[in-house]
């Protein structure tokens, strides 16, 4: 019995991690009507470390498992992935809408593949290029829906602006990658995740009070500090939930299940959101192709 539960837990726990991500996706368009995409990147970051620090610190005492590879690892996944990827992701969706930068996004294994068979030297089967195909043809049909729906209703969607998802896919491409090699050092989960989100928060935070921008007095009080506060509670257990679920279930299972988030998002986009962003039917067909693309290339990666 218990030898069953386990993969339908990993099944829920997978499902769960897809809708709490469209929420927070959604959450964060919402908040960006008014409010500014450094704001929740912030935010986001501050209640990662305000869960993750403490368990860490509880759970793990005294011995850490952190080695100089790992810590320079998840340094710099949090650099790459929590810092960089989601200012490019939280950015495109303000800038282009929630429906069209989750789907775009989504393209993140094409560029993890690329990256394994540029660097690592690994090869691709007839089903992986089958999914890269799918997820190529997604894009082209969301950035061509994009550009021609944008001009319809008076908007500027840049090549520039279509860019920015594709660059957050890049970004969050090579955390896994860099994951991989603290964990090959045995350093816990918790730990690393507090590693990765501190380093990502003295890096932004750096960057703020360079630029002049960091003001927490523009947190409090404002009506977007709500939205980006829940958008960052839900980023958190998506993390968490989506961690979970690799633990107790494969990555052939948990992966396809994750990815299924553009499709909920474009759907619950056209629902919820018609009033800040136009979405159509064609997009969601879109983001379906990107949905199986991403999942072919994730089982078959």
Do not use: C
Request: proline content about 4%; charged content about 10%.
């Amino acid at each position: 019995m218990a030898g069953t539960s386990l993969p339908l837990l990993g099944v829920a726990l997978s499902v769960l991690v897809a809708l709490v991500v469209s929420a927070q996706v959604l959450l964060v368009r919402v908040g960006a009507e008014h409010g500014s995409v450094r704001q929740a990147v912030l935010l986001s970051m501050g209640v990662n470390i305000l869960a993750f620090l403490p368990a860490a610190a509880i759970l793990h005492f005294p011995e850490y498992g952190v080695t100089p590879t790992s810590l320079l690892a998840f340094a710099a996944a949090g650099f790459m992935g929590t810092f960089l990827g989601r200012m490019l992701y939280y950015d495109s969706i303000e800038r282009i809408g929630a429906g069209r930068t989750e789907p775009l996004k989504a393209s993140m294994p094409l560029f993890a593949s690329l990256i394994a068979v540029l660097i690592l030297k690994e090869t691709l089967t007839m089903a992986h290029t089958g999914g890269i195909v799918l997820i190529v043809v997604g894009i082209a049909v969301i950035s061509w829906e994009t550009t021609n729906s944008g001009a319809e209703h008076g908007e500027d969607v840049s090549l520039t602006a279509l860019g920015l998802p594709l660059l957050a896919a890049m970004s969050f491409a090579t955390e896994p990658n860099l994951v991989r090699i603290g964990f090959a050092e045995e350093t816990p989960v918790l730990v690393g995740l507090t590693i990765k989100t501190t380093a990502a928060t003295i890096g932004f935070t750096g960057y703020l009070w360079y630029r002049g921008g960091l003001q927490f007095d523009r947190l409090l009080g404002k009506p977007y500090t709500r939205w980006y506060l829940a958008a960052a509670v839900a980023n958190t257990l998506s993390v968490l939930g989506y961690y979970a679920a690799l633990k107790i279930s494969r990555v052939v299972v948990v992966a396809p299940i994750t990815q299924t988030s553009p499709l909920l998002v474009a759907i619950l986009a056209y629902v919820f959101l018609s009033h800040l962003e136009h979405i159509t039917w064609r997009l969601i067909s879109a983001s379906l192709l990107v949905v199986v693309g991403a999942g072919v290339v994730t089982v078959f990666g």
